[in-house]
Structure formats: structure tokens, C-alpha cells
T-cell receptor, first 111, second 115 residues
Framework: GEDVEQSLFLSVREGDSSVINCTYT??????LYWYKQEPGAGLQLLTY?????DMKQDQRLTVLLNKKDKHLSLRIADTQTGDSAIYFC???????????FGTGTKLQVIP | DTGVSQNPRHKITKRGQNVTFRCDPI?????LYWYRQTLGQGPEFLTY????????KSRLLSDRFSAERPKGSFSTLEIQRTEQGDSAMYLC?????????????FGAGSRLTVL
């Protein structure tokens, strides 16, 4: 079955790198996603990775996927105060069209 | 296109009343999803439609919940005989299949408060 877990909270200083981690259980996951949710707003897609890839880079964002350990991470370089939000990891299980979300990691950026 | 639109944004109701939420997806998206999000949790899948067909429903969707997408465009989610445990943010999303990636575009949500 699907189960996606994340740590609840991360605090970093402005300008440092942030690394948000996620583990999932479904070995048939085909795509994995990172979404961002700011207060009072809907979820916004940041990036996604296909399961046969190890890494994807998009400007300040780097996604690393360890399929053997079912571990996904999101690195944000040069973290800014505007990056303060809740970050959700999500997976699309193979053969299904349902996207399952983790509990979210609240990122606090200290000026 | 202004994205996924949800109405109302906030609904306060008394226990036992019925409520209905509406979602207007992005026009060219043929898949539409409903999720529920409670405080401190991630979105929980409720149901999804491909065009007008409801293809999957979660066990979370009790018989008090019903969703429709009659013409394959907008969708409604009705909750009958609301309970305090129904208080949550109800999120709608529609999908653009980008190389099979099933990328969800979310609306801002409809917040339900049951007194």
C-alpha cells in the first residue's frame, strides 16, 4: 500500500541550503513530486521526477531519488524567506491514477 | 484560463445540515480530483473523475459524501448530515498529463467549518 512519511519541521538560516526528506513504501511508484503550500493558498507543484531517474535539477531545486531505499529528497539552494512554507512529497503508484501525499514538512527560514 | 476555481471559499454550517462545494477545473483537463486536508496533515484522496465517469473512491468517502461531474466539466461534492469531523479544507485538482506524469493543479480550496 501507499504510505509517504516526512519529518514535520525544518528550520534554516537565510542563504543556507535546505534539505527536506521523504520516504515512501510503494515500490511500484512511477512518479514522485514535491508540492509547496503557503498559508491560505492551494498546493503548487515545484517539481517531479520519474522513477527511473536518480536526480533532477531545476534552478535552485535539486531532487534526489534513491529507489532502492525508497527515499526522496528536495534540496533548496540559497534558501530565501519566501521559501517559508509547507512542502509535501507525493507519489503516483504504478497502475493507478491516485497521487498520495505525505504529511508535509514545515520549512522556517530565519532572516 | 484562470486555473482551478473552487466555491465557496469558506462555509460555516451547523451539524446535520447539507453542504455542496463546486469545482471548475482547467478547461482542457479531463481528470478531476477531490482531496480533503485537515490541520497539520497532507491532502487525503477522496475520489477522481475522468470526464464524467467517477473511476475511484476512497474508503474515506462515506455514504454521506457524493461527488458528481455531470457533463465532464465542473464537479460538485455534497456532504449530507454534516458532522463536526467533516470540518476540513476540501481541495479540488485537475490534471495535465505531461508525459504520463499526472501533474495536479490545485484550486485554493473550500474550507468547511461544522459547528
Amino acid at each position: 500500500g501507499e504510505d509517504v512519511e516526512q519529518s514535520l519541521f525544518l528550520s534554516v538560516r537565510e542563504g543556507d541550503s535546505s534539505v527536506i526528506n521523504c520516504t515512501y513504501t510503494d515500490s511500484s511508484s512511477t512518479y514522485l513530486y514535491w508540492y509547496k503550500q503557503e498559508p491560505g493558498a492551494g498546493l503548487q507543484l515545484l517539481t517531479y521526477i520519474f522513477s527511473n531517474m536518480d536526480m533532477k535539477q531545476d534552478q535552485r531545486l535539486t531532487v534526489l531519488l534513491n529507489k532502492k531505499d525508497k527515499h526522496l529528497s528536495l534540496r533548496i539552494a540559497d534558501t530565501q524567506t519566501g521559501d517559508s512554507a509547507i512542502y509535501f512529497c507525493a507519489e503516483l503508484a504504478g497502475g493507478y491514477q491516485k497521487v498520495t501525499f505525505g504529511t508535509g514538512t514545515k520549512l522556517q527560514v530565519i532572516p | 484560463d484562470t486555473g482551478v476555481s473552487q466555491n465557496p471559499r469558506h462555509k460555516i454550517t451547523k451539524r446535520g445540515q447539507n453542504v455542496t462545494f463546486r469545482c471548475d477545473p482547467i478547461s482542457e483537463h479531463n481528470r478531476l480530483y477531490w482531496y480533503r486536508q485537515t490541520l497539520g496533515q497532507g491532502p487525503e484522496f477522496l475520489t477522481y473523475f475522468q470526464n464524467e465517469a467517477q473511476l475511484e473512491k476512497s474508503r474515506l468517502l462515506s455514504d454521506r459524501f457524493s461527488a458528481e461531474r455531470p457533463k465532464g466539466s465542473f464537479s460538485t461534492l455534497e456532504i449530507q448530515r454534516t458532522e463536526q469531523g467533516d470540518s476540513a479544507m476540501y481541495l479540488c485538482a485537475s490534471t495535465e498529463r505531461v508525459s504520463g506524469a499526472n501533474v495536479l493543479t490545485f484550486g485554493a480550496g473550500s474550507r468547511l467549518t461544522v459547528l
